[in-house]
């Protein structure tokens, strides 16, 4: 099963470092999807709202030989 986390902050940018940092992974290791996009508001008070991310672990050759081997060892 992935592993994932959903991270908000003030930027898209912030949120998936926040983001990398729990999982302990790189961009290259991830897959990024921007749920929300942040937005300043009024004055960038009154009305602003954060940036959302989820980034997701890709899964690696031998999760896939696993998941592989199993649901044919099934049968």
């Known amino acids: 099963m992935p592993q994932f986390v959903e991270k908000s902050a003030k930027t898209v940018k ?4 926040l983001a990398l940092a729990e999982l302990n992974a790189t961009e290259d290791n991830v897959e990024i999807e921007v749920l929300e996009e942040g937005t300043k508001g009024i004055f960038g008070l009154i009305g602003s709202k954060l940036a959302r991310v989820k980034v997701t672990l890709k899964e690696t050759g031998g999760e896939k030989a696993k998941k592989f081997y199993w649901i044919y060892s099934v049968k």
């Open 14 to 17: 912030e949120a998936v470092d």
